[in-house]
């Protein structure tokens, strides 16, 4: 028998989270944001249950060029561009949307020698400064894009740094406001511009997390309420039990010490999995239907559950360690961590299967 652990991936989560994207930017179009392997889930696996998205937005040309073997025809935007000069021919050859953030790229697109002009999104640092032009310039190199025979179009693009939080999106919004580039199409608004300020909508929204179920906050009790619905179960079975008594030491470290007579499962994942080596005692899981907690150090290939809240559970119990009862920003908070990286460290030797 395979070793118990396995991660289920639900196609009809994912049409189900567009929809509801949809429902909350109106008449703004969608840029399924599929980078980093589909956040872990495999592109090859999600991307036709995104098929009613108008385009996809990622990051590895390769990923790109999958897509369009594969038969989409609709938009591709590369969020970070290109990287070389030579990449504008596949950008070309493909017909890519690619993020222009540098002279050094609007000055490569001009001497390139392409078939058709291509469409670029002109990225304004509003103030995240990692890319983009500032603002004092920015309405000069639009001149200068629009002036470049290799541009069929020029759209907006900037990032909010802080719209998951109380900070908000007002002071980079109002850059924005500031340029009064009316002219141009823009896309604004990330995973949490598009669920908490709808006035960054614009023609186009890159929503990214909630398309997999998870909270752009880290914090699940912030989008509860959503209607969004988990795309990845990790799950596993209670391999050994143990009947422990008072004063026994759990786990590396010796970091947990059984403070009564305990029941105890060992369970079948650790962090050579993706399951975050640093959860504490405390963080969540689900045994047999029942939430109980983690007890001491996460090993590389197991982990400590305690069984009291669950006195039925048994070797062969089944666990959830994130999913569909157990949401992964839970798990995640625990942590100190996000939803989105443990969805993204998923290991390889995880078998997966699509439900």
């Not at 897509?67 to 290109?82: D, K, N, S, T, V």
């Not at 007002?170 to 002219?183: C, K, S, W, Y």
């Not at 795309?231 to 403070?259: D, F, N, W």
């Amino acid at each position: 028998m395979p070793r118990p652990i396995l991660a289920t991936i639900h196609l009809d989560a994912f049409s189900h989270n567009l929809a509801v994207i949809r429902q909350k930017v109106g008449n703004s179009k969608v840029w399924s944001v599929v980078k980093a392997n589909a956040y872990g889930h495999g592109l090859d696996r999600i991307w036709q249950s995104l098929m009613q998205t108008d385009g996809f937005a990622l990051l590895d040309m390769n990923e790109a060029i999958y897509l369009r073997e594969q038969g989409w025809r609709g938009p591709i935007l590369l969020l970070e561009g290109f990287f070389k000069p030579s990449d504008l021919q596949i950008i070309n050859e493909y017909g890519l949307t690619s993020a222009v953030h540098s002279y050094w790229q609007l000055e490569a697109i001009e001497n390139a020698k392409l078939d058709n002009p291509i469409d670029i999104y002109l990225k304004l640092n509003s103030g995240m400064n990692r890319l983009g032009f500032t603002p004092e310039v920015y309405p000069q190199v639009v001149s200068m894009a629009k002036e470049i025979k290799n541009i069929k179009s020029v759209t907006l693009m900037t990032h909010f740094a802080n719209s998951d939080n109380k900070v908000g999106v007002d002071g980079q919004f109002a850059v924005v406001e500031r340029l009064r580039m009316n002219t141009l199409s823009h896309c604004l608004a990330n995973s949490g511009a598009v669920l908490w300020h709808p006035k960054t909508h614009g023609d186009w929204t890159r929503p990214g997390i909630i398309l997999y179920g998870a909270s752009p906050s880290g914090k699940w009790r912030d989008i509860e309420s959503v209607g969004l619905k988990s795309t990845m179960t990790l799950q596993s079975e209670i391999i050994a039990v143990h009947e422990l008594p008072r004063g026994e030491k759990i786990g590396y470290g010796s970091r947990y010490m059984t403070q009564k007579i305990m029941r105890v499962g060992t369970i079948a994942c650790g962090y050579a999995d993706g399951y975050p080596r640093h959860a504490p005692t405390g963080t969540p899981v689900i045994v047999d239907g029942i939430r109980t907690q983690l007890l001491g150090s996460i090993s590389m290939d197991m982990m400590t559950v305690d069984l009291t809240p669950c006195p039925q559970a048994k070797v062969g119990s089944l666990v959830e360690l994130w999913g569909q009862k157990l949401p992964v920003d839970e798990v995640a908070e625990s942590a100190g961590t996000i939803g989105y990286e443990l969805l993204c460290a998923l290991a390889k030797r995880v078998p997966v299967i699509v439900d």
